[in-house]
């Protein structure tokens, strides 16, 4: 009996087979990714009137890696675009200042939110970013508050007051220039330049870029600190153009502020590291002769792996506190701050689905004297998909 020498064992086939798609999503140019968030909110007690609004979000981005696309070495082009039904619960019911959704737009739009290029050199040690940016995506973020609904806690609300019509930050954005460089294995400092005036504030719901007309520029720096599962950073920020001072209703420079934060992990559990505890807090200060809050202060914590299952949901308790500053206490009658707090749980169905229950309540919504405290129930539906092409 002749022996087949060219018998192939089930492993080597299995091996043949997975091995080509491997390769190809280890070689892939491009990534394509979709997510839907809808938010019910309903506004039981307080604030300017009960009722309940539907948000929803949609965010389509495409990621490419321009030197396995084009041969374009260490350049990377990125689109992202969203929309959103413009439904709003702060700006309706509740009247609070730092907005209860982090989708709450008030303007039913599309909008591009993000097209840029970003060249890397130096052995990726260094690299620079142009085109339309949000300043959110790399500056004063901290990836733990992920998981609240409340806008204050993923952006230093000092900063997200600021400007005419905001910062370059969601839903709408400008311009930009970022040039980022890594001094150590632990530092990187990087540094950006914006329109000052996002957008078109006579058309919100363009896409629009206009430059001029005394807009001015956002001058943005930031240093951070990364050592295993801890991370801090301080920025700065300021704008050129002159702004009406609340006291005296003259124009006047000296918009700017700072920022600072801190996260990490203070506990892992010893049988399932994937689980365990972190804590974050991030503050800011701004100018109060033209920004009506001088203070913010935002903290959490989120426990990751409550249900024994598995560590596919998280816990979180979360405060978010605003200071007015003077002259717009007197200006407008105001009261000393605003105080949110947040407990939220969210629940992985699979890769794709997740839902979460939350519930806020806000102490003198709007720092406003007439309006009572607020408490709020909402549920959060979190659709997500994405693909390499």
């Known amino acids: 009996m002749l022996r087949n020498t060219h018998a192939v064992s089930p492993l080597a086939l299995l091996t043949f087979l ?86 709450e737009t008030g303007v039913e739009a599309a909008r591009l939110l993000e097209a840029w290029i970003d060249q890397r050199f130096l052995d990726d040690r260094a690299s620079i970013r142009v085109g339309l940016y949000d300043l959110n995506s790399e500056f004063d973020v901290i990836d733990t508050a992920d998981l609240f609904l409340h806008a204050a806690q993923t952006t230093t609300f000092a900063l997200a007051q600021s400007g005419e019509a905001g910062p370059s930050i969601f839903p709408v954005t400008s311009l930009a220039a970022r040039a980022e460089f890594r001094l150590t294995d632990a530092l990187l400092l990087r540094t950006a330049v914006l329109d000052g005036v996002p957008g078109d504030p006579d058309h919100p719901k363009r896409t629009a870029v206009k430059l001029g007309d005394g807009d001015g520029a956002l001058l943005v720096s930031e240093l951070e600190y990364g050592a295993g599962s801890m991370r801090a950073a301080a920025g700065y920020w300021r704008y050129t153009a002159r702004f009406e001072d609340l006291e005296t209703g003259r124009l006047r420079r000296g918009n700017d502020g700072i920022y600072a934060l801190v996260e990490g992990r203070v506990y892992e559990d010893p049988d399932d590291p994937r689980r365990g505890l972190a804590l974050y807090a991030h503050g800011g200060w701004a100018s109060a002769g033209v920004n009506p809050f001088k203070y913010s202060l935002a903290a959490g914590a989120v426990y990751t792996g409550i249900l024994p299952a598995g560590p596919e949901d998280d816990l979180g308790l979360s405060v978010a506190w605003v200071e007015s500053g003077g002259p717009y206490k007197r200006a407008d009658d105001a009261l000393k701050r605003e105080v949110a707090f947040e407990l939220t749980y969210r629940a992985r169905i699979n890769d794709m689905i997740a839902i979460q229950p939350d519930i806020q309540y806000v102490i003198n919504p709007g720092v406003a004297p007439d309006v009572k405290d607020a408490f709020v129930i909402g549920l959060r539906l979190d659709l997500a998909w994405g693909t390499d092409l």
């Open 18 to 103: 997975v091995a080509p798609a491997a390769a190809a999503a280890e070689e892939s140019a491009a990534r394509f990714d979709i997510r839907y968030i809808a938010d019910v909110m309903s506004n039981l007690s307080g604030g300017l009137e009960t009722g309940s609004r539907y948000m929803d979000n949609l965010d389509l981005s495409l990621e490419v890696d321009a030197e396995r696309a084009m041969g374009w070495n260490g350049a990377t082009l990125f689109l992202y675009g969203v929309y959103n039904n413009g439904k709003a619960l702060s700006g309706d019911l509740v009247g609070d200042a730092q907005a209860l959704s982090s989708i």
